[in-house]
C-alpha cells in the first residue's frame, strides 16, 4: 500500500516536514516515491507548501493519507 505521510527534515530541536509518497512498509525518513510538499510548523502562521493536483493525483490512484496530512491537505484546498 503507498501512503501520503510527514517526513522529519532540519536540525536537531528544529524540525521541519516534507510531505511524501511512500511504501507503507518503510522507514518514516527512509526511501520515497515523490515530494508532494513542505510544512514548517515553526513559523507564525505555519508555512505550507503543497502540490495539490499531485496530491490528487495519488489519492485517485489509492494513496491513503495520514491523518496529520488529510488535516494539511484540508487547509490547503483539497
Request: net charge positive; aromatic share 6%; proline share 6%.
Amino acid at each position: 500500500m503507498v501512503k501520503i505521510r510527514l517526513t522529519r527534515m532540519g536540525k536537531h530541536k528544529k524540525p521541519f516536514y516534507r510531505m511524501i509518497v511512500a511504501d507503507a512498509k518503510s522507514r518514516r525518513d527512509g526511501p520515497f516515491i515523490e515530494i508532494l510538499g513542505t510544512y514548517d510548523p515553526r513559523t507564525e502562521p505555519s508555512t505550507l507548501k503543497v502540490d495539490v493536483e499531485r496530491a490528487k493525483h495519488w489519492i485517485a490512484n489509492g494513496a491513503q493519507p495520514s491523518v496529520t496530512c488529510q488535516k494539511l491537505l484540508k487547509q490547503a484546498g483539497m
